[in-house]
């Protein structure tokens, strides 16, 4: 099994710019999760899917932020317009979110400079 | 409210000592998840552990441990005999069993180097 693949790695746009992360879970994942990475906040949940469908989106910080899963292998997290405060790594996780086995995998994540 | 304090923030260990992260959680949940993972330099999640909230028996994996203490709760990691490659970020994070999808609450993460 190849992982959570997302991409880009990195991304650095300029501020205003629409920015858009990609995702493709685990195949049979039925949870896909959008997290982002900061030194002043941590990890911290901005969405979830379950069966492609989202579930809680209490985490996305601003009405620029949007995600999407047109169906259970891609997933895409944008930011429009982007600022410099969205600077930040983008991790998305995939799991089976059954009794007995739900730890999330992690894909590499993505570093979002914006400048 | 939930919650999953790391109050160590950095940690510096020489090459084969022990060193033990420590993790505090809260939660009214009577049943939950607990977790570490790994984040190396290279920055990618690495999943560790996986414990449950009825399972209090410690766990062993090579030079990694694990003792989950509910009376304090607690879940914390001890490696011993650290290694240079064990340098890296740990999380602890905390899943909900009312949630039961893999949904996280991580603490703040501690940096431990081991130097050679």
């Known amino acids: 099994d190849a992982g959570v693949i997302q991409s880009p790695r990195h991304e650095v746009t300029e501020m205003g710019q629409e920015v858009t992360l990609r995702c493709k879970p685990i195949?049979?994942?039925?949870?896909l999760f959008w997290y982002r990475q900061t030194m002043m906040r941590g990890l911290e949940l901005l969405i979830y899917?379950?069966?492609?469908?989202?579930?809680?989106d209490s985490g996305m910080p601003e009405d620029r932020f949007s995600a999407k899963m047109p169906n259970a292998s891609f997933s895409t997290l944008k930011i429009q317009p982007s600022e410099p405060r969205d600077s930040a790594v983008y991790f998305c996780?995939?799991?089976?979110?059954?009794?007995?086995?739900?730890?999330?995998?992690f894909g590499q994540g993505t570093r979002l400079t914006v400048v | 409210a939930q919650k999953v304090t790391q109050a160590q923030t950095e940690i510096s260990v020489v090459e084969k000592e022990d060193v033990t992260l420590d993790c505090v959680y809260e939660?009214?949940?009577?049943?939950?998840?607990l977790f570490w993972y790994k984040q190396p330099p290279s920055g990618e999640l690495v999943f560790l552990i996986r414990?449950?909230?009825?399972?209090?028996q410690n766990e062993i994996s090579g030079r990694y441990s694990w003792n989950f203490q509910k009376s304090t709760s607690s879940f914390n990691f001890t490696i011993t005999a650290s290694q240079v490659v064990d340098s890296a970020v740990y999380f602890c994070?905390?899943?909900?069993?009312?949630?039961?999808?893999?949904?996280?609450?991580f603490g703040q993460g501690t940096t431990l180097q081991v130097k050679p």
């Open positions: 996780a995939s799991s089976l979110g059954a009794t007995g086995r739900t730890e999330a995998f």
């Open positions: 195949s049979g994942h039925d949870y």
């Open positions: 899917f379950n069966n492609n469908v989202p579930i809680d």
């Open positions: 939660t009214r949940d009577t049943t939950y998840y």
């Open positions: 414990r449950n909230s009825f399972d209090e």
């Open positions: 994070a905390l899943e909900l069993g009312s949630s039961n999808t893999g949904k996280l609450i």
